[in-house]
């Protein structure tokens, strides 16, 4: 080979590993390209998160500043209010007394206020309630005398007299809608047998509204009719307050207000779901945030370029599967949670059926292995009697009976479960006929004390042991005795369970609620009747047993003990002597304490009507009791026990007074003579103002229409009377009426025959 030959192939040589070199660069050049483009736009995007991010903790800031703005104003507007109320009432207030000032009127009484000196004790619900009350009775007379003495001038538009009246009307609004913030704001929860004091409260509100609705509508043309209809709601409010106070009396005498303490709840801020649910998604928000500037930061620290493409990819895919997996697994545990609920559901109404039968089959064995052979025992043996049986087993026919329908009616209606998913309508069809508890629970007292006695009895002893043998059973007679008086309450819990395993979508759901409610105003019934019965016995006993030189009568309509205990008496200028007060509502009994046969028994010294008493402060222990003739020195061991007297007293002369003047406002506007009044009525939802003020009315039309002294509605639907204002598949009619001024109240069912008067 020539050399110019080999010259030629080292040139092409060098040529083809530059093309080659060039070639290579090219190739790195453009991996290169994407890669810086990568990590500018990356670098941009995170750029943008943070920016995004400050943006959004800045409107989150903003936002909670502005609800901390919005509850301060809040708070400013409420003080505020308060005051301006209290500054309108004290204006209306003098102008009432110069306009009736003017007039040939008598004036109207001054709200009655608590003197200093007798150091009441404010800390009660009763304390409050009576002050609000007060307010009301004073504005519902207002009212009324207003309307008589100046109506012309009242209905002439545009005439100081006009918004005067108005101004009263307004007045009296926030004092009735102040009664009812202050029952549902402070009323414990856990005592609910203390919904009747909200079921007297809310009828006291719904003749307020419908007086306020008559008062606003006056004409001119109609004064008569109005003037009538107006006397008539103003005797149905004074009724409803009197009826409020009777009740809250009650309450205290059985458990001495402890459930009726205030709820120190001035501080607390009421948070709506709406901001709570606004701040979870923030919160959410910011936790996205935080996790994706973490995941930025971490990817901005690393160089994207040394990943491989592809196994980037299978991480993903990996990343994919696994999510999906996890989703499946969700939807598997949601089935899981949903058939957990569908058994526990389960579980719970068989729980109802499975208490209703061990409950029927213990009172079934009472009287087959106790109340038969104590019978035949009666007939021929001395040391029981036959009258001892019948009252220890009170009512048991009746309570078998009824537990019997029950246990059948729930066995058919879970022999078709699931297909038929509807249990409650049970216990609102049975709901009247369980007001038979209430009998039982009444006379429960005196069948233990005769079940006492025979305990004592050695042959009743060997006797039960022998029952107990034959029902092959560790229960006793008393076991048994008591469970028709837990049945109610145990109805109550059972249905609270169900309701708790049942979701919202169930069609049974707000069946359910209705039987809850139903069963938890029969147990209020209950207990409202138990008080009453309580105090009638005590009465009864305290007339028969307090030795006095002329007969007491203490049995009296309306008539509560509410308080009694021992104290330290000095009377007369005597020395110091045991005494025991009895306080009711409307006087005050002090005897003294002689021992006959070792036992104190009371002698009365003195009977003293409450609106001649003053109390007044001795010091921490002691309190003087004082009329115009007489005066009692109370000497107390400590000062919680002349705290509890003290405040108890003073509450009763209050409440005294108090109805004075609902008597008096009573007597001077009601136009009705046969002791027969209705005060309001509901229809449909019950509980809901809708249309009470036309059903009022309605009813009202009707009793004059029927003489005055009767309502008889035909049975059936009252949708024909009324309209179809109710809500839902329950459709009642509630009726509050006034009969020889004693206020009750009665439920009838859609179809159900009316006939009420003076004797119901």
């Not at 039987?515 to 005590?538: G, M, P, S, Y």
């Not at 003294?592 to 070792?598: H, N, Q, S, V």
Request: hydrophobic residues 35%; negative net charge; glycine residues 2%.
């Amino acid at each position: 080979m020539s050399k110019v030959q080999q010259m030629l192939l080292e040139q092409r040589a060098a040529n083809k590993s530059t093309q080659t070199v060039q070639a290579v660069q090219a190739i790195a050049s453009r991996n290169r390209a994407p890669a810086e483009a990568s990590n500018t736009y990356q670098s941009s995007y995170i750029d943008q998160l943070r920016e995004r991010r400050q943006k959004e903790i800045a409107s989150r800031n903003a936002l909670v500043q502005q609800q901390q703005a919005l509850i301060q104003k809040k708070r400013q507007e409420k003080e505020a209010e308060k005051e301006m109320a209290r500054i309108q009432q004290l204006d209306i207030e003098r102008k009432q007394q110069e306009l009736l000032g003017a007039s040939n009127t008598t004036p109207e009484p001054e709200p009655i206020r608590q003197d200093e000196e007798t150091m009441k004790v404010n800390n009660t619900l009763f304390s409050a309630i009576v002050e609000v009350v007060k307010l009301m009775a004073v504005s519902n007379k207002r009212v009324i005398s207003l309307a008589n003495d100046y109506y012309d001038e009242i209905t002439e538009e545009g005439s100081d007299l006009q918004d005067f009246f108005r101004n009263v009307l307004d007045n009296f609004e926030k004092t009735t809608d102040n009664l009812m913030a202050t029952i549902a704001g402070n009323l414990y929860v856990a005592h609910e047998e203390h919904g009747s004091i909200k079921d007297k409260a809310n009828s006291l509100h719904r003749a307020a509204a419908t007086l306020l609705s008559v008062s606003r509508n006056l004409k001119a043309e109609d004064k008569t009719n109005s003037l009538n209809m107006m006397k008539t709601h103003v005797v149905a409010i004074s009724l409803n307050i009197k009826n409020l106070l009777r009740e809250l009396a009650h309450l205290k005498a059985t458990d001495e207000g402890s459930a009726l303490n205030l709820l120190e709840n001035d501080d607390v801020l009421l948070v709506d779901y709406e901001s709570q649910d606004e701040e979870k998604k923030q919160h959410r928000a910011t936790t996205r945030d935080l996790e994706r500037q973490v995941q930025v930061e971490f990817t901005r620290s690393k160089d994207l370029s040394e990943y491989d493409p592809e196994k980037i990819r299978e991480l993903q895919m990996a990343i994919k599967k696994s999510l999906l997996i996890k989703r499946f697994k969700g939807l598997v545990s949601s089935y899981n949670t949903e058939s957990k609920h569908y058994e526990r559901r389960r579980r719970a109404l068989f729980e109802i059926l499975e208490t209703e039968t061990s409950y029927l089959t213990a009172l079934k064995k009472s009287v087959t292995f106790w109340r038969g052979p104590l019978l035949e025992k009666a007939a021929s043996v001395n040391w029981v009697a036959q009258g001892e049986v019948s009252t220890i087993f009170y009512l048991i026919d009746e309570i078998i009976e009824l537990s019997s329908k029950l246990e059948a009616a729930m066995k058919n209606s879970l022999e078709a479960w699931p297909k038929n998913p509807f249990f409650a309508e049970i216990f609102m069809t049975y709901s009247e006929d369980l007001k038979l508890y209430s009998a039982y629970v009444n006379e429960f007292d005196n069948t233990m004390d005769t079940y006492s006695e025979l305990c004592n009895r050695e042959q009743f002893k060997d006797f039960q042991l022998q029952c107990m043998q034959s029902a092959q059973s560790n229960i006793d007679l008393a076991s048994i005795l008591v469970m028709p008086v837990q049945r109610m309450p145990r109805y109550e819990i059972l249905l609270r369970e169900l309701i708790k395993q049942s979701e919202k979508t169930h069609p049974d759901y707000l069946n359910l609620i209705d039987a809850k409610d139903d069963i938890k105003e029969i147990n209020t019934f209950i207990n409202h009747e138990k008080r009453l019965v309580d105090n009638q016995k005590r009465l009864s006993y305290l007339q028969n047993h307090i030795v006095s030189t002329a007969p007491i009568v203490l049995e009296r309509q309306g008539r509560i003990i509410l308080k009694e205990g021992f104290v330290a008496l000095e009377y007369k200028k005597n020395k110091r002597h045991q005494a025991e007060i009895f306080l009711f509502n409307d006087h005050m009994i002090i005897c003294g304490i002689k021992t006959i046969k070792g036992e104190p028994v009371p002698h009365l010294l003195a009977t003293i009507a409450l609106d001649t008493l003053r109390v007044a402060k001795i010091d921490d222990e002691n309190f003087e009791l004082s009329t115009k003739e007489e005066e009692y020195i109370i000497h107390l061991e400590d000062s919680v026990q002349y705290n509890s007297w003290i405040t108890t007293i003073q509450e009763a002369i209050d409440t005294n007074e108090l109805d004075a003047v609902l008597d008096e406002t009573i007597k001077e506007n009601n136009n009705y003579q046969s002791g027969f009044m209705i005060l309001h009525g509901t229809y449909g939802k019950l509980g809901s103002p809708k249309k009470c003020k036309e059903i009022t009315l309605q009813l009202q039309q009707i009793v004059m229409t029927q003489g005055g002294d009767q309502l008889i509605l035909k049975g059936e639907k009252k949708s024909q009377l009324f309209g179809n204002p109710a809500e839902g598949k329950k459709k009642q009619l509630e009726i509050v009426f006034s009969a020889n001024g004693v206020v009750k109240r009665r439920t009838f069912k859609d179809s159900d025959y009316v006939e009420l008067n003076a004797d119901s």
